[in-house]
């Protein structure tokens, strides 16, 4: 876990407050997106994933939304907890036919008690 | 299930050693990844399996790197000679249905050479 860079963008929010992470992708071919959580000293954890014909996805205290006009993905907390805290990373398909996914660089999230 | 397990969770080699790495995925799983985490590249797949068969290895960096899964409960990743370009956080990942689709990340192995 930390050894995903010193200098990843970083999200700070209250205990309690809702968190909105967001991700830029490269690939308008892209048809499937998946978010993980990686906290530190450990493998990343899936959180959620979505398919380009919907545009949002619900699951247990956290929403994808994804805008394909924009090439723009979100992943929302509710009610983010001191768990919460970890490097959240937004992965697509990627360029090739292969469907390997490709990382982004990671957002580390931060909640303050 | 336990899990995904790796070992060993740390390994310190000098340059030129061999180094052996080792993952047992979750029973069950047909398809199992290595992956490599480093501050400069990030995450990146080397290489990922589908019932015992190498399926794609273009991830893989050289020929120094190599990846074995003589059955469904057992993989290995070998790097021969190692070089301290290498150093890194190599995590082994499984899953029911292949790339497009929930993994299950061991706690990886974090290699350094000296």
């Known amino acids: 876990g930390e050894s995903v860079g010193l200098h990843l963008p970083t999200l700070s929010v209250q205990e309690g407050d809702n968190s909105i992470i967001n991700c830029a992708y490269s690939?308008?071919?892209?048809?499937?997106f998946i978010w993980y959580k990686q906290e530190s000293g450990k493998g990343p954890q899936f959180i959620i994933d979505?398919?380009?014909?919907?545009d949002k996805r619900q699951g247990q205290r956290v929403t994808v939304l994804l805008n394909k006009t924009v090439k723009h993905l979100s992943l929302q907390i509710a009610a983010t907890q001191p768990g919460d805290s970890a490097v959240y990373f937004c992965?697509?398909?990627?360029?090739?036919?292969?469907?390997?996914?490709?990382f982004g660089s990671g957002t580390r999230l931060l909640v303050r008690p | 299930d336990a899990g995904v397990i790796q070992s060993p969770r740390h390994e310190v080699t000098e340059m030129g050693q061999e180094v052996t790495l080792r993952c047992k995925p979750i029973?069950?799983?047909?398809?199992l990844f290595w992956y490599r985490q480093t501050m400069m590249r990030g995450l990146e797949l080397l290489i990922y399996?589908?019932?015992?068969?190498?399926?794609?290895d273009s991830g893989m960096p050289e020929d120094r790197f190599s990846a074995k899964m003589p059955n469904a409960s057992f993989s290995t990743l070998k790097i021969q000679p190692s070089e301290p370009r290498d150093s890194a956080v190599y995590f082994c990942?499984?899953?029911?249905?292949?790339?497009?689709?929930?993994?299950?990340f061991g706690q990886g192995t974090r290699l350094t050479v000296v």
């Open positions: 990942a499984s899953s029911l249905q292949g790339l497009r689709t929930e993994a299950f």
């Open positions: 690939n308008s071919a892209s048809d499937y």
């Open positions: 979505i398919r380009s014909n919907m």
């Open positions: 992965a697509e398909n990627g360029m090739d036919s292969s469907y390997k996914l490709i």
């Open positions: 029973s069950g799983h047909d398809y």
């Open positions: 399996f589908n019932n015992n068969v190498p399926i794609d």
